[in-house]
């Protein structure tokens, strides 16, 4: 089979050179025969060519790949490996699917893509992370898992080498793989390492970075970044070693070129207050930053840039003044090169002026004397044996010397920064190993190449050696793994070259020694070279030049200019100018310039890594290194640590020199491919058998190469010998080894072309029979449609004839009609006009009397109208004249009568006639004197009464004053007495004219008050009446509402908020983990010998103060409640049932709390009555202690009186403000009313009972004091009676005083009481009618808005508007039940506390019984009634600690396996109600507290177990359950039996108990999700992506290095795969676990509907990584795989919990990997389809997309294009990858218990005996 077969026949694709594209695809258009000299081909534009071959030709072309085989991950699966290939393969990756990295062997080849790409976030990061490196697409992060990989594992050091070109983004890789080691490594302590070491990349890119022509942000110097990790691999500290800063860049940058970013940025600050005093200004203006002519970076904005440099200054710890000094050093270099040197006349010498501002600012910021700086610029100084000159200096001798400082000042500065850096860095704990990243310099070739270029190529051969040699030792050892025979495979050394540049004799040793010759020069220098290197393949000297050499490294030739070798070699600075800085007054330059020792050289086996420093000059010149030794001393450090590390390879290639994002130019990529190493990579795997298959892949991949008999055979390997035996008849071609199949180059093309012929002539013999049987089916359906024809023809012919009969006897038919109608119709028009004639005519006469009758009228009219008016006029004018008449004479007869009247009222007669009414007025009168008499005697007596009352008084008072008159004169104290008397009778007086006026004013106000009400009541009713007219009408039209927007918002902002909730729980959690485990380890690392006592407070998971008591405050809650009333507004507060629930509890509270008050102020009152009935106590002792009792307890009274109405007035006042600003409908404002009411009656009480209070503080002291008095006027009665002279009126007027004062201030009392409650009246009504105001309006704008809505609108208006005033009904109504009930309640336990009481009697008296009589004389037998148990245990209290070691600590799930779920959860709650019951609330307390710390602790140590924390998620939900459903709310009792609302807790509210139980079982639920993550994590790839759940589908393509050869290295079985059944298998058993600990359904669901987002996400974001998973047979495997998992869900009735819907992103997934992917409407049905999919995962899959055989097409990038610019308009967010940690907001519904406590049975194996049932 393999005689037949010769590579280069027709059709074969083969690779020739070009000079433009560097290699051309071609096609043989004619078989190739050995000895032809010319090849026939055909390019892929149709051009044919004819290829001359031979000896003096080109020899045969290079085969192409299959297409199968384009775009892979790792070049080394190609089977073609060549150079064409890798570029090819490069440039597919790069233009058409935006893959920027790939593979080569253990070389990983990133292209620059100048653009930014969204593949470093975080979650690519996690998705990196624990993966094997051959598993998932080629990325730098990849790389950095590897060696962190093998450092954890192997306990190696590790290092990352970034080599390129300039512009070709070394520096961001090395940057992303540090983020990579500091996320995944970060510090597990607060110093933030990982920040640190962040923090550096944009300082070293400020001082080492600067624009070049290639690279807008390229590295002028190459660093080694050691990142320290611990034992445990988290990052503890950090090096950095620095290489060849190229410090000529501070003095000169070519064209389009700047010089050190940190120059720029400086200058772009310089206008800030802090930077003046550097005296800078535009970059422009100095000739150090502005020879590149461009100063601005397109892009790039300097100040920003600053800003961050300054920010990581601070965080690496180096303070304000040093940044201040550095600043100071970078400005005065500025400085130093705009130093004007003149050169003096002579040429020989030169001088600075004076008054040269630059070098006063240079010497003023660098703290050193301007003389000696401007001396020591223009001279030198020569040391002779035994003499020192002092000689001039030449203008251009001055300027380069000036240049040399500046680079030095620069340099040394440089390495200060590295040195403090490295100091931040440090640390002080152990180091255990580390990865270092090494960023250096790839090989540079210019048109001119000087010392710097030198020394980069040389760095990179020394780099290129090591990499050839590691490459070929991993060869070595991958063929010794597999048993191969090794036979020695030829690869280039370079050692020929290194010893060229470093042996003795070496260029750079002929280079020092020519730099120790005093008048050394670069031309003598180079004669050295052609003469001690002419003999050496790898050196050449140019024809046309004597001042320039050739080294042929292994990369490229590359001359390099000798002219400035000796120069930078030397590194030449003169030392009095050094010596002058180390005199500055500045501390930082005076140490930058210091003398220090050379590093010590490292031991080979172990390397201490620190900046690389230019070392200083030593005193004696001729003792001092070179740059090119330092260099290479360097070097040879670097790699000694190279050498002791395992390296890790990443190149990095410039696509194009334009910069331009996504184009790549073949010409520079081959360039790069061949300098950096990747071809010679190649080229040593393609020597020996670069393809490699395991045998169940080769056995896969190419069975359908087999016999049938060959696959039936259980010894897979055997069966894949025996067909390679049979297909490749040269042994040579391949090898067997342990695990894999070892073939030659091409021999997978061969076996590919073999497979792809097979399926070619099986599909020919499958086309060749379908294609017959359509032509049968196709002949069938013609003749069966011709016979049909043929029927449907006859028939339709007969029915056409048919059709003409009928037509034809219709047509006479129509005929005979027509001419019928035709003759009638004329008849009729004929008849119809001689009827108009003869209408027309009658009218007309008609018309013609009728006007002439008309006529006659109207005269008739006129006539009768003017006749009426003549006989109107001439009547008036008669009744006029008698109006006249008449008056006249009424006047003359009214003044006859006038006049008699007069003369009758002179008579007495007439007098008598008024008086006869007189008498009965005089009776009446008499009556009511009579009246009034009586009523006068009543009041006399009741005066006697009085009197004799005050008489009584008076006596006592005249006996007080008989003691006063003792102490005092007498007439001064009555008259004082009597004054004082008279002014509170003028006060009194006052005061009552005062309390006139304010009720007149009261009365007044009132009435206009209840005018404006009324009106205001009325005008009210009216618009009530209108409203409910409106809301009757729109309640006819619709009596329901749609309310579901406004429960899916209500419903999602839940779910939001309960998220935010849940994720500060979940992190209070993980602050309690790190805390308790920081705590550990203090407590481990300052352990010491003996006993020492913890204290019990030292834990915040033992501490009883975590958790609040049962009793709360109320007037916190009402706090609560009004805050809750602002923040919600009166209209939102009036829905939410719980604030008016707080509200009306409020006044409850304050109503009970009025009736205690009240009930105090009683007893006060009896007790006053019942001191002054006594009289006299028995002792003073007593009364002062009564007095002092009743003074405390009138204290108390005022203080919660005044309290009280504090709560009152502020609750108030933020109602009626809220209610008046919110308040929006009349139900509202009748709620608000109702509430305002109850507060403001509560708030009148207690103000009335203050006053009271202060009455009778009044009459306490007054009884006090009469007392007192009385008892001295019993000790001195004889002595006083004898010397008393004072009258008895004084007495009278003493107690008369009394009384006096004690009615004014019963009358003060009174007006105080009623001018309050004016003010409060009126203020009441001030603000029920601005509330009416404001109502009326708003019912106005209610109105309004109501007409001008829709009438559908306005029917959801009015029935929002319905459903408020019944929810506000329904508040009272509630409140009125919940009242009753509440009532009901307590009188049921005071009634069960007496009964008990009364039980106890009675037992008590019946044991006194039996005790008085005698014993029986025989034995009776009591039998013990059944006992009736009320669901209650009762244990001691010293039994809490046993009861929680047993029930939590010791129990395991199994124990309780056979007994009622959640066991311990209602041992727990009965435990809870008898402590509720017997009223302690302190057992309450300790017992829950201990709960739940135990919970804590027990979940603690079994935190990765499974069972466990489903165990007591179920028993704490239980528990958690259970005190809401016994808690006495109405809410959770509805579902409650009788019993069970019996055994509800009476005596405490435990919500603040609920709430810390549904806090921890959220933390539980969190902790089980992740125990479950961490159990599926692992199956979920393997499950999902790799294992064949349909046989006999997947393919197999051909693998790379990295997976032939991956970090984790397994057994000849291979890696341990999972199957869909095993995952499925593991889901059932977490489903059974939980269904078995009782946890509620919809937890359950909610743990799956997680579970299943993480099995999502993993899968998901495994297939956007992973190209070879990204194909149709994969997408087949991934949608039936979803649907076994759909089907487990149906099968366990969890498909309503929102799980499946979380496999909708991987099934939109598998569904893209299936369609078809080429037409328009493919790409219309692909984005429809794709909802659950972003834009970028569609694109991203697309470009993965991977045909697994010739007969499938790729993916065009036109369709991808086509595919972008129809998702433009989706709003996608940016991340390409799923968040596998978030996590879904869990909800506990509540789910009562239909168990009944009385009824539990607890087993014996709990050991539970010391618990009693109750």
């Given at each position: 089979?393999?005689?037949?077969?010769?590579?280069?026949?027709?059709f074969?694709?083969?690779?020739?050179?070009?000079?433009?594209?560097?290699?051309?695809?071609?096609?043989?258009?004619?078989?190739?025969?050995?000895?032809?000299?010319v090849?026939?081909?055909?390019?892929?534009?149709?051009?044919?060519?004819?290829?001359?071959?031979?000896?003096k030709?080109?020899?045969?072309?290079?085969?192409?790949?299959?297409?199968?085989?384009?775009?892979?991950?790792?070049?080394?699966?190609?089977?073609?490996?060549?150079?064409?290939?890798?570029?090819?393969?490069?440039?597919?990756?790069?233009?058409?699917?935006?893959?920027?990295?790939?593979?080569?062997?253990?070389?990983?080849?990133?292209?620059?893509?100048?653009?930014?790409?969204?593949?470093?976030?975080?979650?690519?990061?996690?998705?990196?992370?624990?993966?094997?490196?051959g598993?998932?697409?080629?990325?730098?992060?990849?790389?950095?898992?590897?060696?962190?990989?093998?450092?954890?594992?192997?306990e190696?050091?590790?290092?990352?080498?970034?080599?390129?070109?300039?512009?070709?983004g070394?520096?961001?890789?090395?940057?992303?793989?540090?983020?990579?080691?500091a996320?995944?490594?970060g510090?597990?302590?607060?110093?933030?390492?990982?920040?640190?070491?962040?923090?550096?990349?944009?300082?070293?890119?400020?001082?080492?970075?600067?624009?070049?022509?290639r690279?807008?942000?390229?590295?002028?110097?190459?660093?080694?970044?050691?990142?320290?990790f611990?034992?445990?691999?988290?990052?503890?500290?950090?090096?950095?070693?620095?290489?060849?800063?190229?410090?000529?860049?501070?003095?000169?940058?070519?064209?389009?070129?700047?010089?050190?970013?940190?120059?720029?940025?400086?200058c772009?600050s310089a206008?800030l207050?802090?930077?003046?005093?550097?005296?800078?200004?535009?970059?422009?203006?100095?000739?150090?930053?502005?020879?590149?002519?461009?100063?601005?970076?397109?892009?790039?904005?300097?100040a920003?840039?600053?800003?961050?440099?300054?920010?990581?200054?601070?965080?690496?710890?180096i303070?304000?003044g040093s940044?201040?000094?550095?600043?100071?050093?970078?400005?005065?270099?500025?400085?130093?090169?705009?130093?004007?040197?003149?050169?003096?006349?002579?040429?020989?010498?030169?001088?600075?002026?004076?008054?040269?501002l630059?070098l006063?600012?240079?010497?003023?910021?660098?703290?050193?004397e301007l003389?000696?700086?401007?001396h020591?610029?223009?001279?030198?100084?020569?040391?002779?044996?035994?003499e020192t000159?002092?000689?001039?200096?030449?203008?251009?001798?001055?300027?380069?010397?000036?240049?040399?400082?500046?680079?030095?000042?620069?340099?040394r500065?440089?390495?200060?920064?590295?040195d403090?850096?490295?100091?931040?860095?440090q640390?002080?704990?152990?180091?255990?190993?580390?990865?270092?990243?090494?960023?250096?310099?790839?090989?540079?070739?210019?048109?001119?190449n000087?010392?710097?270029?030198?020394?980069?190529?040389?760095?990179?051969?020394?780099?290129?050696?090591?990499?050839?040699?590691?490459?070929?030792?991993l060869?070595?050892?991958?063929y010794?793994?597999?048993?191969?025979p090794?036979?020695?495979?030829d690869?280039?050394?370079?050692?020929?070259c290194?010893?060229?540049?470093?042996?003795?004799?070496?260029?750079?040793?002929?280079?020092?020694?020519?730099?120790?010759?005093?008048?050394?020069?670069?031309?003598?220098?180079?004669?050295?070279?052609?003469?001690q290197n002419?003999?050496?393949a790898?050196?050449?000297?140019?024809?046309?030049?004597?001042?320039?050499?050739?080294?042929?490294?292994?990369a490229?030739k590359?001359?390099?200019?000798?002219?400035?070798?000796?120069?930078?070699?030397?590194?030449?600075?003169?030392?009095?100018?050094?010596?002058?800085?180390?005199?500055?007054?500045?501390?930082?330059?005076?140490?930058?310039?210091?003398?220090?020792?050379?590093?010590p050289?490292?031991?080979?086996?172990r390397?201490?890594?620190?900046?690389?420093?230019?070392?200083?000059?030593a005193?004696?010149?001729?003792h001092r290194?070179?740059?090119g030794?330092q260099?290479?001393?360097?070097?040879?450090?670097?790699?000694?640590?190279?050498?002791?590390?395992?390296?890790?390879?990443?190149?990095?290639?410039?696509?194009?020199?334009?910069?331009?994002?996504?184009?790549?130019?073949?010409?520079?990529?081959?360039?790069?491919?061949?300098?950096?190493?990747?071809?010679?990579?190649?080229?040593?795997?393609?020597?020996?058998?670069?393809?490699?298959?395991?045998?169940?892949?080769?056995?896969?991949?190419?069975?359908?190469l087999m016999?049938?008999?060959?696959?039936?055979?259980?010894?897979?390997?055997?069966?894949?010998?025996?067909?390679?035996e049979?297909?490749?008849?040269?042994?040579?071609?391949?090898?067997?080894?342990?695990?894999?199949?070892?073939f030659?180059?091409?021999q997978?093309?061969?076996?590919?072309?073999?497979?792809?012929?097979?399926?070619?002539?099986?599909?020919i013999?499958?086309?060749?029979?379908?294609?017959?049987?359509?032509q049968?089916?196709?002949?069938?359906?013609?003749?069966?449609?011709?016979?049909?024809?043929?029927?449907y023809?006859?028939?339709?012919l007969?029915r056409?004839?048919?059709e003409?009969?009928?037509?034809?006897?219709?047509?006479?038919?129509?005929?005979k009609?027509?001419?019928?109608?035709?003759?009638?119709?004329?008849?009729?028009?004929?008849?119809?006009a001689?009827?108009?004639?003869?209408?027309?005519?009658?009218?007309?006469?008609?018309?013609?009397?009728?006007?002439?009758?008309?006529?006659?009228?109207?005269?008739?009219?006129?006539?009768?109208n003017?006749?009426?008016?003549?006989?109107r006029?001439?009547?008036?004018r008669?009744?006029?004249a008698?109006?006249?008449?008449?008056?006249?004479?009424?006047?003359?007869?009214?003044?006859?009568?006038?006049?008699?009247?007069?003369?009758?009222?002179?008579?007495a007669?007439?007098?008598?006639?008024?008086?006869?009414?007189?008498?009965?007025k005089?009776?009446?009168?008499?009556?009511?004197?009579?009246?009034?008499?009586?009523?006068?005697?009543?009041?006399?007596?009741?005066?006697?009464?009085v009197?004799?009352?005050?008489?009584?008084?008076?006596?006592?008072?005249?006996?007080?004053?008989?003691?006063?008159?003792?102490?005092?004169?007498?007439g001064?104290q009555?008259?004082?007495?009597?004054?004082?008397?008279?002014?509170?009778?003028?006060?009194?007086?006052?005061?009552?004219?005062?309390?006139?006026?304010q009720?007149?004013?009261?009365?007044?106000?009132?009435?206009?008050?209840?005018?404006?009400?009324?009106?205001?009541q009325?005008e009210?009713?009216?618009?009530?009446?209108e409203?409910?007219?409106?809301?009757?009408?729109?309640?006819?039209?619709?009596?329901?509402?749609?309310?579901?927007?406004?429960?899916?918002?209500?419903?999602?902002?839940?779910?939001?908020?309960?998220?935010?909730?849940?994720?500060?729980?979940?992190?209070?959690?993980?602050?309690?983990?790190?805390?308790?485990?920081?705590?550990?380890?203090?407590?481990?690392?300052?352990?010491?010998?003996?006993?020492?006592?913890?204290?019990?407070?030292?834990?915040?998971?033992?501490?009883?103060?975590?958790?609040?008591?049962?009793?709360?405050?109320?007037?916190?809650?009402?706090?609560?409640?009004?805050?809750?009333?602002?923040?919600?507004?009166?209209?939102?507060?009036?829905?939410?049932?719980?604030?008016?629930?707080?509200l009306?509890?409020?006044?409850?509270?304050?109503?009970?709390e009025?009736?205690?008050?009240?009930?105090?102020?009683?007893?006060?009152?009896?007790?006053?009555?019942?001191?002054?009935?006594?009289?006299?106590?028995?002792?003073s002792?007593?009364?002062?202690?009564?007095?002092?009792?009743?003074?405390?307890?009138?204290?108390?009274?005022e203080?919660?009186?005044?309290?009280?109405?504090?709560?009152l007035?502020?609750?108030?006042?933020?109602?009626?403000?809220?209610?008046s600003?919110?308040?929006?409908?009349?139900e509202?404002?009748?709620?608000?009313?109702?509430?305002?009411?109850?507060?403001?009656?509560?708030?009148?009480?207690?103000?009335a009972r203050?006053?009271?209070?202060l009455?009778?503080?009044?009459?306490?002291?007054?009884?006090?004091?009469?007392?007192?008095?009385?008892?001295?006027?019993?000790?001195?009665?004889d002595?006083?009676l004898?010397?008393?002279?004072?009258?008895l009126?004084?007495?009278?007027?003493?107690?008369?005083?009394?009384?006096?004062?004690?009615?004014?201030?019963?009358?003060?009392?009174?007006?105080?009481?009623?001018?309050r409650?004016?003010?409060d009246?009126?203020e009441?009504?001030?603000?029920?009618i601005?509330?009416?105001?404001?109502?009326?309006?708003?019912?106005?704008?209610l109105?309004?808005?109501?007409?001008?809505?829709?009438?559908?609108?306005?029917?959801?208006?009015s029935?929002?508007?319905?459903?408020?005033?019944?929810?506000?009904?329904?508040?009272?109504?509630?409140?009125?039940?919940?009242?009753?009930?509440?009532?009901?309640?307590?009188?049921?336990?005071?009634?069960?506390?007496?009964?008990?009481?009364?039980?106890?009697?009675?037992?008590?008296?019946?044991?006194?019984?039996?005790?008085?009589?005698?014993?029986?004389?025989?034995?009776?037998?009591?039998?013990?009634?059944?006992?009736?148990?009320?669901?209650?245990l009762?244990?001691?209290?010293?039994?809490?600690?046993?009861?929680?070691?047993?029930?939590?600590?010791?129990?395991?799930?199994?124990?309780?396996?056979?007994?009622?779920?959640?066991?311990?959860a209602y041992?727990?709650?009965?435990?809870?109600?008898?402590?509720d019951?017997?009223?302690?609330?302190?057992?309450?307390?300790?017992l829950?507290?201990?709960?739940?710390?135990?919970?804590?602790?027990?979940?603690?140590?079994?935190?990765?177990?499974?069972?466990?924390?489903?165990?007591?998620?179920?028993?704490?939900?239980?528990?958690?359950?259970?005190?809401?459903?016994?808690?006495?709310?109405?809410?959770?009792?509805?579902?409650?039996?009788?019993?069970?609302?019996?055994?509800?807790?009476?005596?405490?509210?435990?919500?603040?108990?609920?709430?810390?139980?549904?806090?921890?079982s959220?933390q539980?639920?969190?902790?089980?999700?992740?125990?479950?993550?961490g159990?599926?994590?692992p199956?979920?790839?393997?499950?999902?992506?790799?294992s064949?759940?349909?046989?006999?589908?997947?393919?197999?393509?051909?693998?790379?290095?990295?997976?032939?050869?991956?970090?984790?290295?397994?057994?000849?079985?291979?890696?341990?795969?999972?199957?869909?059944?095993?995952?499925?298998?593991?889901?059932?058993?977490?489903?059974?676990?939980?269904?078995?600990?009782?946890?509620?359904?919809?937890?359950?669901?909610?743990?799956?509907?997680?579970?299943?987002?993480?099995?999502?996400?993993?899968?998901?974001?495994?297939?956007?990584?992973?190209?070879?998973?990204?194909?149709?047979?994969?997408?087949?495997?991934?949608?039936?795989?979803?649907?076994?998992?759909?089907?487990?869900?149906?099968?366990?009735?969890?498909?309503?919990?929102?799980?499946?819907?979380?496999l909708?992103?991987?099934?939109?997934?598998?569904q893209?990997?299936?369609?078809?992917?080429?037409?328009?409407?493919?790409?219309?049905?692909?984005c429809?389809?794709?909802?659950?999919?972003?834009?970028?995962?569609?694109?991203?899959?697309?470009?993965?997309?991977?045909?697994?055989?010739?007969?499938?097409?790729?993916?065009?990038?036109?369709?991808?294009?086509?595919i972008?610019?129809?998702?433009?308009?989706?709003?996608?967010?940016?991340?390409?990858?799923?968040?596998?940690?978030?996590?879904?907001?869990?909800?506990?519904p509540?789910?009562?218990?239909a168990?009944?406590l009385e009824?539990?049975?607890?087993?014996?194996?709990?050991?539970?005996?010391?618990?009693?049932?109750?």
């Amino acid at each position: 089979m393999a005689a037949d077969y010769y590579p280069y026949s027709k059709f074969t694709r083969v690779w020739i050179p070009d000079p433009d594209d560097v290699w051309k695809a071609g096609e043989i258009t004619k078989d190739y025969k050995e000895g032809d000299p010319v090849l026939h081909l055909q390019l892929e534009d149709g051009t044919a060519l004819r290829y001359p071959l031979g000896p003096k030709g080109n020899p045969l072309p290079f085969l192409r790949n299959p297409d199968i085989l384009v775009g892979e991950n790792d070049l080394t699966a190609l089977s073609y490996l060549h150079e064409p290939a890798v570029l090819h393969n490069l440039r597919v990756r790069f233009l058409e699917s935006n893959h920027i990295y790939t593979y080569c062997g253990i070389v990983l080849v990133a292209i620059n893509p100048y653009e930014q790409l969204q593949i470093y976030g975080e979650e690519v990061i996690n998705a990196y992370s624990g993966q094997n490196m051959g598993d998932m697409d080629p990325h730098i992060f990849a790389v950095a898992e590897e060696a962190y990989k093998q450092m954890a594992r192997d306990e190696r050091n590790q290092s990352i080498i970034v080599s390129g070109e300039s512009g070709a983004g070394k520096t961001v890789s090395a940057k992303y793989a540090m983020r990579f080691f500091a996320t995944v490594g970060g510090s597990a302590s607060d110093t933030n390492v990982e920040d640190k070491v962040l923090a550096s990349s944009p300082i070293m890119e400020a001082i080492g970075n600067a624009k070049t022509t290639r690279n807008d942000n390229s590295s002028r110097f190459g660093k080694y970044i050691q990142i320290g990790f611990s034992r445990h691999y988290r990052i503890i500290g950090a090096n950095m070693r620095t290489y060849l800063l190229e410090k000529s860049r501070v003095v000169f940058q070519a064209e389009d070129e700047r010089n050190y970013h940190i120059f720029y940025q400086l200058c772009a600050s310089a206008s800030l207050p802090e930077f003046r005093d550097l005296s800078l200004t535009s970059a422009e203006d100095f000739i150090y930053t502005s020879l590149g002519e461009n100063i601005f970076i397109e892009g790039v904005n300097d100040a920003e840039d600053f800003k961050k440099t300054r920010e990581a200054f601070v965080l690496l710890g180096i303070k304000d003044g040093s940044q201040s000094s550095i600043f100071k050093v970078i400005a005065s270099i500025l400085h130093l090169g705009n130093i004007e040197i003149c050169s003096e006349r002579d040429g020989e010498s030169c001088h600075i002026s004076r008054n040269d501002l630059h070098l006063q600012h240079f010497c003023r910021l660098l703290g050193v004397e301007l003389q000696q700086m401007e001396h020591w610029l223009c001279h030198r100084k020569l040391v002779t044996g035994s003499e020192t000159y002092v000689k001039n200096m030449s203008s251009k001798q001055a300027t380069n010397a000036r240049d040399a400082l500046a680079k030095h000042i620069y340099a040394r500065l440089f390495d200060w920064i590295v040195d403090n850096i490295n100091k931040a860095l440090q640390t002080s704990s152990k180091q255990h190993s580390f990865i270092g990243v090494l960023d250096i310099y790839g090989f540079e070739t210019f048109e001119v190449n000087s010392f710097e270029q030198f020394c980069i190529n040389y760095a990179n051969e020394k780099l290129q050696q090591q990499f050839n040699s590691h490459v070929f030792k991993l060869e070595q050892e991958e063929y010794m793994k597999e048993q191969i025979p090794w036979t020695l495979i030829d690869f280039y050394d370079n050692q020929p070259c290194i010893d060229l540049i470093e042996a003795r004799l070496g260029i750079l040793d002929l280079l020092d020694e020519e730099c120790k010759v005093p008048k050394g020069t670069d031309q003598n220098w180079a004669q050295k070279l052609y003469k001690q290197n002419s003999s050496s393949a790898h050196f050449q000297k140019p024809r046309l030049s004597n001042t320039s050499f050739i080294v042929i490294h292994f990369a490229d030739k590359v001359e390099y200019q000798c002219e400035g070798f000796l120069e930078k070699n030397r590194d030449t600075v003169y030392e009095e100018q050094i010596n002058i800085l180390k005199a500055s007054q500045f501390q930082l330059v005076a140490d930058l310039f210091q003398e220090k020792d050379d590093a010590p050289s490292s031991k080979p086996s172990r390397v201490n890594v620190r900046a690389l420093k230019s070392v200083p000059k030593a005193p004696n010149k001729e003792h001092r290194k070179t740059v090119g030794h330092q260099f290479r001393s360097s070097l040879h450090l670097l790699m000694d640590t190279l050498n002791a590390t395992t390296p890790h390879y990443v190149r990095c290639i410039k696509p194009n020199d334009e910069k331009e994002a996504f184009s790549f130019d073949s010409r520079r990529a081959v360039q790069q491919l061949r300098a950096c190493g990747v071809l010679e990579t190649i080229r040593i795997s393609a020597a020996g058998y670069p393809s490699r298959w395991t045998y169940p892949d080769f056995f896969n991949r190419y069975r359908v190469l087999m016999k049938k008999s060959d696959m039936m055979s259980a010894d897979k390997k055997m069966v894949c010998k025996n067909l390679l035996e049979t297909l490749i008849k040269e042994p040579d071609m391949y090898q067997f080894g342990k695990t894999k199949i070892f073939f030659r180059a091409g021999q997978v093309a061969y076996l590919e072309k073999l497979r792809a012929d097979r399926f070619r002539s099986a599909c020919i013999k499958i086309q060749k029979t379908v294609r017959g049987w359509l032509q049968r089916v196709r002949y069938r359906k013609i003749r069966k449609t011709a016979v049909t024809l043929q029927r449907y023809g006859r028939g339709y012919l007969a029915r056409r004839y048919a059709e003409f009969l009928r037509l034809s006897r219709a047509a006479l038919v129509c005929q005979k009609q027509y001419r019928m109608v035709r003759e009638r119709r004329a008849f009729l028009a004929v008849r119809r006009a001689t009827v108009t004639i003869q209408a027309f005519a009658r009218g007309m006469f008609t018309r013609r009397i009728y006007w002439e009758f008309l006529l006659h009228h109207k005269a008739m009219i006129i006539q009768k109208n003017v006749r009426g008016w003549l006989q109107r006029k001439k009547f008036r004018r008669a009744r006029n004249a008698a109006i006249i008449i008449q008056c006249a004479f009424r006047r003359l007869r009214a003044k006859r009568q006038l006049k008699q009247l007069k003369i009758e009222a002179r008579s007495a007669e007439h007098l008598k006639k008024l008086n006869t009414g007189m008498e009965n007025k005089i009776v009446q009168l008499q009556r009511k004197v009579d009246d009034q008499a009586k009523e006068y005697k009543t009041q006399n007596e009741q005066l006697l009464t009085v009197n004799a009352t005050l008489g009584s008084e008076v006596t006592k008072l005249q006996k007080q004053l008989e003691v006063v008159r003792g102490q005092q004169s007498g007439g001064a104290q009555v008259v004082s007495l009597q004054e004082e008397v008279e002014k509170l009778r003028e006060e009194l007086r006052e005061a009552h004219a005062h309390r006139k006026r304010q009720e007149e004013e009261h009365s007044s106000e009132k009435m206009e008050l209840t005018q404006r009400v009324e009106e205001l009541q009325r005008e009210n009713s009216l618009l009530k009446g209108e409203k409910e007219e409106m809301n009757r009408r729109i309640l006819q039209q619709s009596r329901s509402t749609e309310e579901e927007a406004s429960s899916v918002s209500l419903q999602s902002e839940l779910d939001a908020e309960r998220q935010r909730y849940q994720n500060l729980l979940k992190e209070f959690s993980r602050l309690e983990q790190r805390y308790d485990n920081l705590k550990e380890e203090v407590s481990l690392s300052k352990f010491h010998p003996g006993h020492r006592r913890n204290p019990s407070n030292q834990s915040s998971l033992e501490s009883d103060s975590n958790y609040p008591s049962i009793s709360t405050s109320e007037v916190g809650d009402t706090e609560d409640s009004l805050q809750q009333v602002e923040d919600l507004g009166v209209e939102k507060a009036a829905m939410d049932i719980s604030l008016f629930l707080k509200l009306q509890k409020r006044v409850r509270e304050l109503e009970q709390e009025r009736k205690r008050l009240q009930a105090n102020l009683d007893k006060m009152e009896e007790l006053a009555k019942r001191k002054g009935s006594e009289g006299r106590g028995p002792s003073s002792e007593q009364e002062t202690a009564d007095l002092a009792y009743n003074n405390l307890k009138r204290q108390e009274l005022e203080s919660e009186n005044k309290k009280l109405k504090n709560d009152l007035n502020e609750l108030r006042k933020a109602v009626a403000e809220r209610a008046s600003q919110n308040s929006s409908s009349n139900e509202l404002q009748d709620s608000y009313n109702l509430l305002l009411s109850q507060l403001k009656a509560a708030n009148e009480e207690l103000d009335a009972r203050k006053e009271e209070v202060l009455i009778l503080r009044t009459q306490i002291v007054s009884n006090a004091q009469l007392q007192e008095r009385s008892e001295r006027i019993e000790t001195e009665k004889d002595a006083e009676l004898n010397h008393s002279t004072e009258p008895l009126d004084k007495e009278e007027a003493l107690r008369a005083y009394h009384g006096l004062c004690e009615s004014k201030k019963l009358l003060e009392a009174q007006l105080q009481t009623q001018s309050r409650q004016h003010r409060d009246e009126l203020e009441a009504r001030h603000t029920q009618i601005e509330l009416l105001k404001d109502d009326i309006e708003k019912k106005q704008e209610l109105l309004s808005y109501a007409a001008s809505l829709s009438p559908e609108a306005r029917v959801e208006y009015s029935v929002q508007q319905e459903i408020t005033r019944l929810t506000n009904d329904n508040l009272d109504l509630k409140e009125l039940v919940e009242k009753l009930e509440k009532n009901e309640r307590k009188l049921k336990k005071q009634l069960r506390i007496y009964m008990k009481k009364v039980q106890e009697l009675e037992a008590s008296q019946a044991t006194a019984q039996n005790a008085t009589k005698p014993e029986l004389s025989r034995q009776v037998t009591v039998q013990r009634k059944e006992k009736d148990f009320e669901g209650m245990l009762e244990y001691s209290k010293e039994d809490d600690g046993r009861l929680i070691k047993t029930l939590i600590n010791d129990v395991r799930p199994s124990s309780v396996a056979a007994t009622v779920p959640c066991l311990p959860a209602y041992i727990l709650f009965m435990c809870i109600r008898h402590a509720d019951y017997i009223n302690d609330d302190q057992k309450v307390e300790s017992l829950l507290t201990s709960t739940i710390n135990a919970i804590k602790k027990v979940l603690k140590k079994n935190n990765d177990d499974f069972e466990m924390t489903s165990f007591w998620l179920a028993n704490t939900s239980r528990l958690l359950h259970c005190l809401k459903q016994y808690s006495g709310d109405e809410a959770f009792m509805t579902q409650n039996t009788a019993k069970q609302n019996e055994h509800c807790l009476k005596n405490f509210d435990l919500a603040e108990y609920r709430q810390v139980l549904s806090d921890l079982s959220i933390q539980i639920y969190q902790q089980l999700i992740k125990v479950a993550e961490g159990v599926i994590q692992p199956m979920i790839v393997s499950a999902m992506l790799e294992s064949e759940s349909i046989p006999s589908l997947a393919g197999v393509k051909p693998m790379g290095y990295r997976n032939r050869s991956s970090s984790m290295d397994t057994d000849a079985d291979g890696p341990s795969s999972y199957t869909l059944q095993a995952l499925i298998r593991q889901l059932g058993q977490f489903h059974a676990t939980m269904r078995d600990h009782g946890l509620d359904p919809e937890i359950v669901g909610q743990v799956i509907r997680q579970l299943f987002h993480c099995i999502n996400a993993i899968t998901l974001n495994n297939l956007l990584l992973r190209k070879d998973v990204c194909s149709w047979s994969t997408g087949m495997q991934l949608r039936y795989n979803t649907s076994q998992m759909e089907e487990w869900l149906r099968g366990n009735n969890l498909f309503q919990s929102k799980a499946a819907a979380a496999l909708e992103p991987i099934i939109q997934a598998a569904q893209l990997l299936q369609v078809k992917k080429k037409t328009s409407q493919d790409a219309e049905a692909i984005c429809s389809l794709c909802s659950a999919l972003t834009t970028q995962q569609i694109v991203k899959i697309l470009n993965l997309y991977t045909p697994l055989n010739e007969f499938e097409e790729r993916v065009t990038v036109s369709f991808i294009r086509t595919i972008q610019n129809r998702l433009q308009e989706r709003n996608d967010p940016p991340q390409l990858l799923v968040d596998t940690k978030h996590t879904f907001p869990v909800l506990f519904p509540y789910t009562p218990s239909a168990l009944s406590l009385e009824t539990l049975h607890i087993p014996a194996s709990l050991g539970l005996d010391f618990l009693i049932r109750v």
